[in-house]
């Protein structure tokens, strides 16, 4: 009895049965294996291109600052440029305020206008000074020109007597420079704000009368009712700063303005203070910042 043999297929037609098998879509056991742990590249999301107006308005946002930036710059008051009627030698300013004088009175008298017109050696040279005439700078200003320096210029010895004045232009220029000369305030010497426009005269009687002001701001025809109220006396008054650089936001300084320009000149022409005008001991300088 003949025995049968189990011949293997050949080549061919083992090629022959792979290409049947991917035809129809099988694979076998590896290849199904492979494909199924083989890692896939993750799909990337479509991105769509920005148009040119979405572009523009991008743009334009991260140049706005935020509304946080803008109020605190809105609520910053900006000084304008300082004015150059104050930066002048004193023979200069002399001529200058006899102009305003002139401008402001026509129907006086050469003899009138004579009387009101301020010398030449009431005004003290500051022309050295080179820093900008802001509010910042006027206690640098004022230190510069004193010869007691800060020590000095923060002592007080006698109540209502104080030693310097700053006269302004109107009472929110008064606070303004209120903060920045509080440098010179303690407990022994003050700096007063005398706001006329929110504070009764007797108010302010009866602060300096109460205080030791060693430095006082306010305007002219204020410091004119304290003096007559011999409420701000002037024996031991050295200084007279006179805010004349500051311009306000409708371009006005205090001596193009007439209702703070003649009172300026009344209080200058105080009989007590014009006396002392000049070179000597216990004089009165005028300082025009």
Same mark, same amino acid.
């Given at each position: 009895?003949?025995? @049968? ?39 990337? +999301? ?32 900006? $000084? ?29 008298? +050469? =003899?009138?206008?004579?009387? *009101?017109?301020?010398? !030449?050696?009431?005004?003290?040279? @500051? ?12 206690? /640098?200003?004022?230190?510069? %020109?004193? +010869? $007691? ?17 700053v006269v302004t232009?109107?009472?929110?220029? !008064? ?9 010179? /305030?303690? $407990? ?17 009687? $009866? ?5 030791? =002001? ?6 002219? %025809?204020? %410091?004119? /009712? ?7 006396? !002037? ?20 001596? @193009? ?8 000149v009344v209080l ?6 014009? *006396? ?9 300088? =005028?300082?025009?910042?």
């Amino acid at each position: 009895m003949s025995r @049968t043999k189990n011949k293997k297929p050949g080549l061919r037609a083992q090629l022959k049965r792979k290409r049947e098998l991917e035809g129809s879509g099988d694979v076998d056991g590896k290849s199904a294996k492979r494909l199924r742990h083989s890692p896939q590249p993750a799909e990337q +999301p479509a991105s769509s291109p920005k148009s040119e107006h979405q572009s523009a308005q991008d743009g334009k946002t991260a140049k706005q600052p935020s509304k946080l930036t803008s109020a605190k710059a809105a609520k910053t008051p900006r $000084e304008l440029p300082s004015a150059q009627d104050a930066v002048a030698d004193p023979a200069l300013l002399a001529d200058r305020f006899a102009k305003y004088i002139q401008k402001y009175s026509p129907n006086s008298s +050469p =003899i009138e206008l004579e009387e *009101q017109y301020l010398p !030449t050696k009431a005004f003290l040279d @500051t022309t050295v000074y080179d820093r900008d005439r802001v509010a910042a700078n006027l206690p /640098q200003f004022i230190e510069r %020109f004193s +010869p $007691e320096g800060k020590v000095g210029l923060s002592n007080c010895d006698d109540k209502a007597s104080p030693h310097t004045l700053v006269v302004t232009s109107s009472g929110i220029r !008064t606070a303004d420079l209120y903060r920045e000369l509080r440098v010179f /305030q303690n $407990e022994e010497s003050k700096v007063g704000k005398l706001i006329a426009k929110h504070m009764k005269l007797r108010d302010n009687i $009866e602060y300096m009368l109460g205080n030791k =002001i060693g430095i006082a701001i306010s305007t002219p %025809f204020r %410091f004119k /009712q304290l003096v007559d109220a011999d409420a701000l006396k !002037t024996g031991k008054l050295r200084r007279i700063v006179v805010d004349g650089s500051f311009r306000d936001e409708k371009n006005n300084t205090i001596f @193009t303005m007439p209702q703070t320009f003649n009172p300026l000149v009344v209080l200058l022409n105080e009989k007590t203070i014009r *006396q002392r005008y000049g070179e000597g001991k216990g004089n009165i300088d =005028i300082l025009v910042f």
